[in-house]
């Protein structure tokens, strides 16, 4: 029973929180149909049941942390001590069963997406850029070549996560450009040439339907390199283990029937040989989650801080792109930010974007807002124009503040609690019209209350989240 006690963690994409109809197609995604084991002691587990017999079930179960990256755990479970076992229909077992196998093997499907990934070379302003054009954005990178490859699976994951959450609804009158750089200087420099001066390291262009982000993308790739010849050693080491073993087998094999062994002992012989050469094998594979495993960390720090913001701006552009072209809809500025604030927290894991607890700074500042002598009214909110969110670093940047923490908290709670994101109300709150009302009139209209009314509800909505 040994190999059954090891512990397997992992990230999984996954999202456990209610939502509306748009974010509830999302949640069939995170949301695995799993089978269910009841012990006599009360405790439940979810997963998969992988094998049992007349003692033991032997259950790959499904961890589910709220805020927290998911695992699984191969758990053994004496038969005497279960109460009761719910189990899938085979083609839900199925489906569980591929969903684990993709889990598992999530660095290697990320390893042959970012090899499938073609790139060109161009240069612009004396920059040197490798170029990508997909089917929702094209890019320009700077940053060297297996660098470049991985933030574009990333950017492409998070694309894929926004129209899980809002399927889009039109096409892009010009395409959407994203423009990396590979450093902090090169950003800024990039930025200044457009007459800007923005200290985040992502930011979205409207009027050039453009997002620019930087990172230190460049020491990344110094120490990438060292981390893929590793890489690249232990897979041809694994390869040439894997050839040598049919060999050898079929070698010992032939050598033992000359010899006049008989066959059950030569058989007994070539399981233990197999064996030998299976543990070999799977130490080097064990070797090679590890390099994956140190790259991907590296990756991420260095990434990090760019890929929230990334996350921020690049909803903006997927928003008036695909879903609400300013053309057709006016989304009030406080909802905009609103939402990109809550995917800016997000959890990528796979192509799911997980956003099942609260971004803890924003709800931390709000908590404080709200337990203010003077909080900001719903009504100020709605009232505010584009000017209250132009975070500058000078006195008002507090005042903004204000307003993207109760941005974010209004459309969280729209989101979550309401499930009003992705229905045709929200669609017709957005849409443009020639006699729109006072905003808060219009809101109004969309969450079917006064606001007198909705004010302490969505007050005590947020005081609550944890």
């Known amino acids: 029973m040994n190999r059954f006690l090891s512990v397997i963690a992992v990230l999984l994409a996954a999202w456990s929180l209610p939502c509306g109809p748009a974010v509830a197609q999302l949640l069939s995604?995170?949301?695995?149909?799993?089978?269910?084991v009841e012990l006599l002691d009360g405790r439940t587990y979810q997963g998969l049941i992988e094998s049992e017999d007349q003692a033991w079930v032997n259950l790959i179960q499904i961890e589910r942390r709220q805020g927290r990256?998911?695992?699984?755990?191969?758990?053994?479970?004496?038969?005497?001590?279960?109460?009761?076992?719910?189990?899938?229909?085979?083609?839900?077992?199925?489906?569980?069963r591929l969903q684990i196998e993709r889990f598992r093997n999530q660095s290697r499907i990320e390893r042959g997406r970012r090899d499938a990934v073609r790139l060109g070379l161009a240069e612009k302003d004396g920059i040197h850029y490798r170029t990508y054009r997909g089917k929702w954005f094209s890019l320009d990178s700077s940053a060297a070549d297996p660098t470049t490859r991985r933030v574009i699976v990333r950017i492409e994951q998070i694309f894929t996560a926004y129209r899980q959450?809002?399927?889009?609804?039109?096409?892009?009158?010009?395409?959407?450009?994203?423009v990396v750089l590979g450093s902090m200087a090169q950003y800024r420099k990039y930025l200044e040439r457009l007459g800007l001066q923005i200290e985040n390291p992502a930011c979205f262009i409207e009027d050039a339907n453009l997002v620019v982000a930087g990172s230190e993308l460049a020491t990344f790739a110094a120490e990438l390199a060292k981390v893929n010849a590793d890489h690249d050693r232990l897979r041809e080491e694994l390869d040439c283990m894997e050839k040598r073993m049919a060999v050898r087998l079929a070698a010992d094999a032939r050598q033992l029937r000359?010899?006049?062994?008989?066959?059950?002992?030569?058989r007994k012989l070539l399981r233990l040989k197999r064996a030998q050469f299976e543990r070999e094998i799977e130490q080097i594979r064990d070797r090679l989650k590890r390099v994956d495993g140190v790259n991907a960390r590296k990756f991420d720090a260095v990434t990090r801080a760019m890929f929230a913001r990334l996350n921020h701006e690049a909803f903006h552009a997927y928003l008036e792109n695909y879903v609400y072209p300013s053309q057709e809809f006016s989304v009030p500025r406080w909802l905009n930010e609103g939402l990109a604030?809550?995917?800016?927290?997000?959890?990528?894991?796979?192509?799911?974007?997980?956003?099942?607890a609260p971004n803890r700074v924003a709800l931390g500042r709000l908590k404080a807002e709200l337990g203010g002598q003077q909080p900001l009214s719903l009504k100020e909110l709605l009232d505010a124009d584009q000017q209250r969110f132009v975070v500058a670093h000078n006195d008002t940047s507090a005042e903004a503040a204000r307003y993207y923490v109760c941005s974010w908290g209004l459309a969280y709670y729209l989101t979550f609690e309401r499930r009003l994101l992705g229905t045709r109300a929200l669609d017709e709150y957005v849409r443009r019209k020639t006699e729109d009302g006072a905003p808060f009139e219009r809101f109004e209209k969309l969450v079917g209350m006064p606001l007198d009314e909705l004010q302490p509800r969505w007050r005590e909505y947020i005081l609550k989240l944890r």
């Open 69 to 96: 990256p998911m695992y699984l755990v191969i758990r053994p479970i004496e038969r005497s001590a279960i109460a009761s076992l719910l189990r899938l229909k085979p083609s839900q077992r199925e489906q569980l």
């Open 165 to 178: 959450i809002l399927p889009p609804q039109r096409e892009p009158s010009r395409p959407l450009r994203v």
């Open 29 to 36: 995604v995170g949301d695995w149909p799993s089978e269910r």
């Open 258 to 266: 000359e010899s006049g062994t008989p066959v059950e002992q030569i």
């Open 341 to 356: 604030v809550i995917f800016e927290g997000g959890l990528l894991e796979g192509d799911t974007l997980r956003v099942d």
